[in-house]
């Protein structure tokens, strides 16, 4: 393995390439391996000369050898090499064969940062002469020593995981521990710490395209998400364009040369939305229709190659289409949104799950040692020639698709490929974490699959497919066995934020993080799911684990601020924001699944939670560490219908009672399910300044008659009770915001 140094404290980088010094000289991937690699002086020595045409020219001329730091692009012209520099604009150099055949495919196509040497040319034919570079960027990247470089990054945290399932103790002070999706969102600049795990999941899936071939990836939802962001990150392997024509895609006939499909590892078509096809780019639609299915155009040029696409849109109000089963996504008619173009999506990306871009995700609280980005980009490159669909095989996993369903299947596997090659490129995946991304990729898919049922009104809404795996009995015969990939994403999900847990509150270690990976170890003993286990053991060890029975809860909870029920707030971020998996608008008919037609399921009375239900939520849920004393609560339990209301993240109701697979939902246990930003800690101890300017700590109620919410306190100059206005709920929240007793979430 090559002795480089591909690690970094990004932070420490981030600071410096922020220093007035420093700021905005260059891309910041090579500020990172200047710096990384000890050179920072070349910046101070160097890189005053680079852009300044005039100076350099006078340099030369004056019979000087200039040092610069630029990137410098070759292409072949009148029977030699003539180079050009990229940010003075000078060109007319003439490049040795030498230089060309050593740099080969890298400068000739999308150039070398590098130290330059630049002198006259004797030669007349050319006015500057390069005699060498120092190259300042990452050209022989390896893959086989990227994957020992992750597989030594993350060999903490996996063997963490692995205490309590072998028995091993590790002890390995070079590295601290950090997940592999950490390491890659990290790595791209994006603090994972307060994230849900589906927005770690759709961030990374952003990335799929820029590491496996031929993937299309629509992405659509408000502003300032970072949907372009990323990839503008990935120049030059990746173009953000902004129209749509033969001559950008495929072949201008007049310049004779080709175009993006050809050239680049990523398209990203920039609010496709508003990207409008006139009469005479019309034909471009047959061509990349054919492309995003078979990866070649015909005309009107014959182009085959990798390029993944990327559909990128702002719709506002995108989510709300969703829930009503509308026809048309986009706010006006569009010629793509038809039948052929979204059946040949592999994964829709719902960017209203994400948050705004922000300084507290991106830049800030990130590991000590990420990759390089530059480094980091040259891999996923190379990991476009690799297929890691085959694991699925390897492991006697089958995704089977019924009747049309050979692009679905499709879709999914791919998906999954992408998945494994930036979180396990070592290929060192368990099958654990294999159901998971299956299940990932269904979902992304299934989404696809919600639009299309919408659009053809054919209310079919879920994937036509089943997952099965090859088991052995006790002859030794092999079986095909339904797998509940639902019910392995849910415990994938448990697993990712179990660190987290014991992080917050270590009391919970014992009895929540060992029992869970001790009856992971069951799961999978000699490779079976089950284990020998039946469902409703399955179902008791869950709940043993996570919660006592059944429970459903709303979106809305309030959790009051209170150091007496640490743990309890503890409980309730891991057990429902964190393994919360979607976002919601099924209460009554979950409810009514759940308890049948019980009419008395209410809020227990001294609950430390407030959960907004229809029917509320009593004694069958209610987890033994909320059972003893101390209690802090409102009044009474109460249902919204005046906030919006948000279906699943993913729009497919199917996907989340696991019906793609046949099985039974009441199989198992039922989903945690909460809306990370419906989530309030409230300060109890928080005075309200009155009219009369009198501070008093008042007692918050609600009505149930009249549907409102209102506060009592004390007035102690008068030494009578005083009662608020009548609030709706959106009102209340907002005045516990203004007031201070409640902080909005993003």
Same mark, same amino acid.
């Given at each position: 393995?090559?002795?480089?140094?591909?690690?970094?404290?990004?932070?420490?980088?981030?600071?410096?390439?922020?220093?007035?010094?420093?700021?905005?000289?260059?891309?910041?991937?090579?500020?990172?391996?200047?710096?990384?690699?000890?050179?920072?002086?070349?910046?101070?020595?160097?890189?005053?000369?680079?852009?300044?045409?005039?100076?350099?020219?006078?340099?030369?001329?004056?019979?000087?050898?200039?040092?610069?730091?630029?990137?410098?692009?070759? &292409?072949?012209?009148?029977?030699?090499?003539?180079?050009?520099?990229?940010?003075?604009g000078i060109d007319n150099i003439r490049v040795s064969k030498e230089m060309v055949n050593k740099y080969h495919d890298k400068i000739l196509t999308n150039g070398v940062f590098s130290l330059i040497t630049l002198e006259e040319?004797?030669?007349?034919?050319?006015?500057?002469?390069?005699?060498?570079?120092?190259?300042?960027?990452?050209?022989?990247?390896?893959?086989?020593?990227?994957?020992?470089?992750?597989? &030594?990054?993350?060999?903490?945290?996996?063997?963490?995981?692995?205490?309590?399932?072998?028995?091993?103790?590790?002890?390995?002070?070079?590295?601290?521990?950090?997940?592999?999706?950490?390491?890659?969102?990290?790595?791209?600049?994006?603090?994972?710490?307060?994230?849900?795990?589906?927005?770690?999941?759709?961030?990374?899936?952003?990335?799929?395209?820029?590491?496996?071939?031929?993937?299309?990836?629509?992405?659509?939802?408000?502003?300032?998400?970072?949907?372009?962001?990323?990839?503008?990150?990935?120049?030059?392997?990746?173009?953000?364009?902004?129209?749509?024509?033969?001559?950008?895609?495929?072949?201008?006939?007049?310049?004779?040369?080709?175009?993006?499909?050809?050239?680049?590892?990523?398209?990203?078509?920039?609010?496709?939305?508003?990207?409008?096809?006139?009469?005479?780019?019309?034909?471009?639609?047959?061509?990349?229709?054919?492309?995003?299915?078979?990866?070649?155009?015909?005309?009107?040029?014959?182009?085959?190659?990798?390029?993944?696409?990327?559909?990128?849109?702002?719709?506002?109000?995108?989510?709300?289409? %969703?829930?009503?089963?509308?026809?048309?996504?986009?706010?006006?008619?569009?010629?793509?949104?038809?039948?052929?173009?979204?059946?040949?999506?592999?994964?829709?990306?719902?960017?209203?799950?994400?948050?705004?871009?922000?300084?507290?995700?991106?830049?800030?609280?990130?590991?000590?040692?990420?990759?390089?980005?530059?480094?980091?980009?040259?891999?996923?490159?190379?990991?476009?020639?690799?297929?890691?669909?085959?694991?699925?095989?390897?492991?006697?996993?089958?995704?089977?698709?019924?009747?049309?369903?050979? &692009?679905?299947?499709?879709?999914?596997?791919?998906?999954?490929?992408?998945?494994?090659?930036?979180?396990?490129?070592?290929?060192?995946?368990?099958?654990?974490?294999?159901?998971?991304?299956?299940?990932?990729?269904?979902?992304?898919?299934?989404?696809?699959?919600?639009?299309?049922?919408?659009?053809?009104?054919?209310?079919?809404?879920?994937?036509?497919?089943?997952?099965?795996?090859?088991?052995?009995?006790?002859?030794?015969?092999?079986?095909?066995?339904?797998?509940?990939?639902?019910?392995?994403?849910?415990?994938?999900?448990?697993?990712?934020?179990?660190?987290?847990?014991?992080?917050?509150?270590?009391?919970?270690?014992?009895?929540?993080?060992?029992?869970?990976?001790?009856?992971?170890?069951?799961?999978?003993?000699?490779?079976?799911?089950?284990?020998?286990?039946?469902?409703?053991?399955?179902?008791?060890?869950?709940?043993?684990?996570?919660?006592?029975?059944?429970?459903?809860?709303?979106?809305?909870?309030?959790?009051?601020?209170?150091?007496?029920?640490?743990?309890?707030?503890?409980?309730?971020?891991?057990?429902?924001?964190?393994?919360?998996?979607?976002?919601?608008?099924?209460?009554?008919?979950?409810?009514?699944?759940?308890?049948?037609?019980?009419?008395?399921?209410?809020?227990?009375?001294?609950?430390?939670?407030?959960?907004?239900?229809?029917?509320?939520?009593?004694?069958?849920?209610?987890?033994?560490?909320?059972?003893?004393?101390?209690v802090v609560t409102l009044d009474d339990w109460v249902h919204d219908d005046n906030e919006l209301n948000y279906d699943e993240l993913f729009g497919d109701q199917s996907l989340d009672e696991n019906e793609f697979t046949g099985?039974?939902?009441?199989?198992?246990?039922?989903?945690?399910?909460?809306? %990370?930003?419906?989530?309030?800690?409230?300060?109890?101890?928080?005075?309200?300044?009155?009219?009369?300017?009198?501070?008093?700590?008042?007692?918050?109620?609600?009505?149930e008659k009249v549907d409102k919410y209102f506060y009592e306190y004390i007035d102690e100059r008068k030494k009578e009770p005083k009662k608020s206005e009548m609030m709706t709920y959106v009102e209340f929240k907002y005045f516990?915001?203004?007031?201070?007793?409640?902080?909005?979430?993003?």
């Open positions: 393995m090559e002795n480089i140094n591909v690690f970094i404290d990004k932070e420490e980088i981030n600071k410096l390439f922020d220093e007035e010094k420093y700021k905005n000289c260059m891309d910041k991937k090579y500020f990172e391996y200047i710096v990384s690699n000890n050179k920072i002086e070349y910046i101070d020595k160097y890189l005053k000369y680079s852009k300044d045409r005039r100076l350099i020219e006078s340099l030369v001329f004056q019979n000087k050898v200039v040092l610069l730091i630029d990137k410098l692009t070759v &292409r072949v012209e009148n029977n030699g090499y003539t180079g050009e520099l990229e940010n003075s040319n004797i030669d007349k034919k050319y006015k500057y002469y390069i005699e060498k570079i120092e190259v300042l960027e990452d050209i022989n990247v390896n893959l086989e020593d990227y994957k020992k470089y992750f597989s &030594r990054r993350v060999r903490k945290y996996r063997d963490e995981k692995s205490i309590v399932i072998e028995g091993i103790e590790i002890n390995d002070e070079e590295y601290d521990s950090i997940s592999e999706i950490e390491l890659i969102l990290n790595t791209i600049g994006i603090s994972t710490k307060e994230f849900t795990f589906w927005e770690k999941i759709l961030f990374l899936v952003r990335l799929i395209p820029l590491c496996e071939a031929n993937y299309n990836l629509m992405e659509l939802g408000g502003n300032g998400l970072g949907k372009t962001k990323t990839y503008s990150m990935f120049s030059p392997e990746c173009e953000i364009v902004q129209e749509m024509s033969v001559a950008e895609l495929i072949y201008n006939r007049q310049s004779k040369e080709k175009g993006l499909l050809a050239k680049k590892d990523v398209i990203v078509f920039d609010e496709i939305n508003k990207m409008k096809i006139d009469s005479n780019n019309e034909k471009i639609i047959p061509q990349l229709l054919n492309f995003m299915s078979d990866g070649q155009t015909t005309s009107p040029r014959k182009v085959i190659s990798k390029t993944s696409l990327v559909f990128s849109g702002n719709v506002m109000g995108i989510q709300a289409r %969703l829930e009503k089963n509308e026809k048309d996504i986009f706010d006006d008619s569009h010629k793509l949104e038809d039948n052929a173009f979204f059946d040949r999506i592999h994964f829709f990306l719902p960017a209203w799950g994400l948050r705004r871009y922000s300084r507290n995700i991106h830049g800030s609280g990130l590991s000590k040692k990420i990759f390089r980005f530059d480094y980091f980009s040259k891999v996923l490159s190379l990991l476009r020639e690799k297929d890691y669909s085959d694991i699925i095989d390897e492991r006697q996993w089958i995704i089977r698709g019924k009747n049309e369903s050979e &692009r679905e299947v499709k879709a999914i596997r791919k998906t999954v490929s992408g998945l494994i090659k930036l979180t396990h490129p070592d290929k060192e995946i368990d099958d654990f974490t294999l159901g998971a991304y299956i299940a990932i990729a269904i979902k992304g898919r299934g989404l696809v699959n919600k639009f299309l049922n919408n659009k053809n009104k054919r209310n079919v809404n879920k994937i036509d497919i089943e997952i099965i795996r090859i088991d052995y009995n006790n002859k030794g015969e092999a079986e095909e066995i339904s797998v509940p990939v639902n019910e392995m994403l849910k415990h994938f999900i448990e697993l990712d934020h179990s660190d987290e847990l014991n992080e917050y509150f270590e009391i919970y270690k014992e009895n929540m993080y060992n029992q869970f990976n001790l009856n992971y170890r069951r799961f999978f003993n000699n490779n079976n799911y089950f284990g020998g286990y039946s469902q409703m053991d399955i179902q008791k060890i869950e709940n043993n684990i996570f919660y006592s029975g059944k429970f459903y809860p709303n979106r809305q909870i309030i959790v009051f601020n209170n150091k007496g029920n640490q743990g309890e707030i503890v409980f309730v971020k891991f057990a429902l924001d964190k393994l919360g998996i979607e976002k919601n608008i099924r209460e009554e008919r979950m409810i009514k699944e759940c308890y049948g037609n019980r009419s008395d399921v209410s809020l227990l009375n001294n609950a430390r939670i407030l959960i907004f239900a229809n029917q509320g939520l009593r004694d069958s849920w209610i987890p033994k560490s909320f059972s003893h004393g101390k099985a039974n939902p009441s199989a198992g246990s039922r989903n945690l399910e909460a809306d %990370l930003s419906n989530f309030y800690f409230l300060d109890k101890n928080k005075k309200l300044k009155c009219e009369n300017g009198d501070y008093v700590i008042p007692e918050f109620k609600y009505s516990l915001a203004e007031n201070g007793f409640i902080k909005l979430n993003d």
